[in-house]
């Protein structure tokens, strides 16, 4: 599993992505379908331990000894040997666990790509477990609400338990992983224990863990060295001939900082009088990497003072590489003189082929090389960004071509590379790609604005898909990916975001030229334009032409192998027939759906919402009621995910009708409470307005206000139990404020009212007591 990148890649492949994606893509997902994503075995690899340091035996048989603990926090600053003691840990012959590790980097905070690399690591920790896991990610699925609880199912079964390490946690700063990863916590099974090595406190619950009993907690004054294992590193490991209460004075200087011992001691070892330079020494980090900067470097020959500097433009470092980037060879055999000499060189394998400077010698180099030689910076990036594209690992190609300033190329890489890669799921990894462009590149590109136009889709973001759709219109089109023309790609993409914000007359007329543009023979777009005209009709009242619709866009999906787009459009057939009371029809359109594969996977998908709607009514038109209201169920949560508005609403209205028939009025109210909160977006919702209509009549009347008082006789307000009602939804306080027309702040003001009136401290508490109270 080591090596550098192909030929000698040092990668490895998961699971081929399947068409889809996340929210707000799939039946209109471009591109062909992608290469499997590549992912950097080095990240996988615990970095190998020195074989000169000592032993750090009190804490690794602290960190054996919490094996019933949850989480374990190695928490400390730089330099103090966090991934040092988490490496012996691993290598102790006592230890019995098996370990998946994972070295974190910036490029970690895309959801999709951090739980790529976690299950990867807990396959390499026990192959053939979390199969099911990166099939799911593959096909773009939600991570919280799909991916993770199919993972903890899978490991709840394992016999034996696994430590799963994230080092360099505090790299991450997407909110939406720290959330994933407390739900992790809040449900890992025995069979899990999770390890955290970061400079500073990852935002999870680590009070309630702490409170009980949870949370190991490994910090700095832990790791401090005392003068005694000073002693060993200094004189016994590192061949040092110092006294003890020299030592003693390093050690209390440095504050038992093991990067400032270290430092020390390479400096001491080229010292002509070392008691001079130790009365002179001052330890702390500032402190020691001012002092000894020119020490350590001025201190080297010539030609590996250059090497030094130049590559520490490399966040990792292989021979291969560095002879690219410094356009010379020989550059493995200098990696292992600097190993050998313990220049703060990491080895990120075990065959020592990829490696790392220490983070804080890497600062210091990068410091020094701006000061000597700035001008060479940007070549020294183009090197390596050349290296990096030509082995496939575009995202650190755009890095480097961004780091040496090079926005056309960076831009033109992007453009060139952004489908494959969201296809795959990694909308925030295209996301921090564009973020490295000014501003006025992406909206000069027509094919970097639909980028960003698919991303807010993805994100649920309409009306910023809107303007990004607007912005790319405004610009002259060119050739777009799998061979079509950008023109037809925002014809596509117009169509699909009117349709979703329920526009239908607008989405209508896009989606009626997009079917005539040149879209290429491979791309998805084709089925996706016969999706969106489909579903327009539909919504129009025109079934029969819908269907026509409908079934093409199936046949095109099935020749580029559009799972979601064949999903989408199967199970629009599967519901008009049910509607038509043809419930074998809408069986087989359901099957059909599935696809020759049957994959289970694309269920979890949100085009397959229409699918379970289908049979949410196949099943109540026969007397099942409870299976009904679970497909139904299954439907909202779908189209929540990424379905249109309309398609939000009908779910949500068909749900309300079965729950009718199960006598559960009070969540049927809601239901339809919801459905006309979401269709007030509208202008022109067709059909849905009449569905509304008939919904709200069965409904009957609202709560009354005399009913509408909390716990001591305190009468809710209309607009506080409207805020009530949408409370027990899943939607966000943005989201609530949105379907009222209202503020953040105006939303916060009457969920605190609810909260005092109904005696509850959160969200869950309120909606309990309210529907104790009869108020939902």
């Known amino acids: 599993m080591s090596g550098e990148p192909s030929p000698g890649t040092g990668a490895i492949e998961p699971v081929a992505s399947s068409r889809g994606g996340q929210a707000d893509r799939g039946e209109a997902d471009r591109g062909s379908r992608p290469e499997p994503g590549v992912l950097l075995a080095t990240k996988l690899h615990v970095p190998a331990p020195r074989q000169k340091l000592i032993s750090r035996t009190g804490l690794v048989e602290a ?11 190695v928490g400390a600053p730089a330099g103090w040997g966090k991934t040092t003691l988490l490496a012996e840990w691993i290598a102790c012959e006592q230890e019995r666990r098996r370990f998946a590790w994972v070295s974190l980097d910036l490029a970690d905070n895309d959801p999709v790509r951090f739980w790529t690399y976690v299950v990867a690591a807990l396959q390499e920790a026990n192959p053939g477990i979390a199969a099911h896991s990166l099939e799911l990610l593959g096909m773009g699925a939600d991570p919280r609400q799909v991916v993770l609880p199919a993972l903890l199912n899978e490991l709840a079964g394992l016999p034996d338990q696994i430590v799963l390490l994230l080092d360099d946690y505090h790299l991450v700063t997407n909110q939406a992983i720290h959330e994933a990863l407390a739900f992790v916590i809040g449900r890992m099974p025995p069979s899990l224990r999770l390890v955290i090595a970061s400079r500073s406190d990852p935002p999870l619950p680590l ?23 000073a002693g060993l ?13 020299d030592i003693t004075l390093l050690c209390r200087r440095t504050e038992g900082w093991a990067a400032g011992l270290y430092l020390a001691a390479l400096s001491l070892q080229r010292s002509p009088d070392a008691d001079t330079f130790i009365r002179s020494f001052a330890g702390d980090n500032r402190h020691v990497v001012d002092y000894l900067s020119a020490e350590v470097l001025d201190g080297q020959p010539s030609d590996l003072r250059v090497f030094l500097l130049r590559t520490s433009v490399l966040e990792r470092l292989s021979g291969p590489l560095c002879d690219a980037v410094l356009q010379t060879s020989a550059s493995a055999a200098i990696l292992e003189r600097i190993e050998r000499q313990n220049l703060f060189l990491v080895p990120l394998d075990s065959s020592r082929r990829w490696y790392r400077y220490h983070h804080l010698f890497g600062e210091l180099l990068r410091s020094e090389l701006h000061r000597t030689e700035p001008g060479l910076i940007p070549a020294l990036h183009h090197r390596a960004a050349a290296w990096f594209g030509a082995v496939g690992s575009t995202d650190e190609a755009v890095h480097h071509l961004a780091a040496a300033a090079d926005v056309a190329g960076a831009a033109e890489l992007v453009a060139a590379s952004w489908g494959p890669e969201f296809d795959r799921g990694g909308l925030f990894t295209v996301s921090g790609w564009l973020d490295l462009l000014p501003e006025q590149a992406v909206t000069g590109d027509p094919r970097l604005c639909v980028a960003r136009a698919w991303i807010a889709l993805d994100l ?3 009306d910023d898909a809107g303007r990004w759709i607007g912005a790319a219109e405004a610009r002259p089109a060119g050739r777009g990916v799998a061979g079509g023309t950008v023109g037809a790609e925002i014809a596509v993409l117009r169509a699909l975001q009117r349709f979703k914000i329920g526009d239908l007359a607008a989405a209508a007329d896009a989606a009626r ?11 998805p777009g084709r089925s996706a334009a016969y ?7 539909y919504w129009s009242g025109s079934p029969h032409e819908a269907w026509a619709a409908f079934s093409r866009a199936v046949q095109l999906a099935d020749e580029v192998g559009n799972d979601a787009g064949r999903t989408y459009a199967a199970g629009y057939l599967a519901l008009i027939s049910a509607e ?50 679970e497909a139904a169920l299954r439907a909202v949560v779908l189209s929540r995910r990424g379905g249109g508005y309309l398609e939000l609403a009908t779910a949500l209205l068909t749900r309300a009708d079965i729950l009718h028939h199960l006598g559960d009025r009070d969540t049927a109210r809601a239901s339809v409470e919801e459905a006309r909160a979401v269709l007030r977006h509208c202008r022109d919702p067709g059909l849905a307005r009449q569905q509304l209509a008939a919904a709200e009549h069965l409904a009957g009347r609202r709560v009354s206000r005399h009913s509408a008082r909390a716990a001591f006789g305190e009468e809710l307000t209309s607009k506080e139990l409207e805020v009530l009602r949408l409370l027990a939804t899943p939607l966000s306080r943005r989201e609530i404020g949105a379907h009222l027309y209202v503020s953040v702040n105006t939303v916060k003001t009457h969920q605190r009212a609810l909260y005092r009136k109904l005696e509850a401290a959160d969200r869950a508490t309120a909606v309990d007591r309210a529907r104790e109270l009869r108020l939902l």
């Open 207 to 229: 009070a309630r863990l702490r409170a009980g009993g949870d949370l190991l907690e490994v910090r700095t004054h832990e790791l401090r060295f005392a003068a005694g294992e």
């Open 531 to 537: 999706c969106v005209y489909g579903a327009t009709l």
């Open 580 to 629: 038509r009371r043809q419930p074998a029809e809408a069986e087989r359109q359901i099957r059909r759906a599935a696809g020759n594969d049957g994959d289970a996977a694309v269920g979890e998908h949100f085009a397959a919402m229409m699918i379970c709607l289908a049979m949410a009514k196949v099943r109540d038109q026969r007397g099942e009621v409870a299976a009904a209201d």
């Open 63 to 73: 960190l054996s000894a919490g094996h019933d603990r949850k989480l374990t926090l």
């Open 513 to 523: 030229k997009a079917i005539r543009l040149d879209l290429g023979d491979s791309h």
């Open 233 to 245: 590193l200094l004189n016994d490991a590192l061949g040092l001939d110092l006294a003890e209460e």
């Open 460 to 462: 649920r973001r309409l």
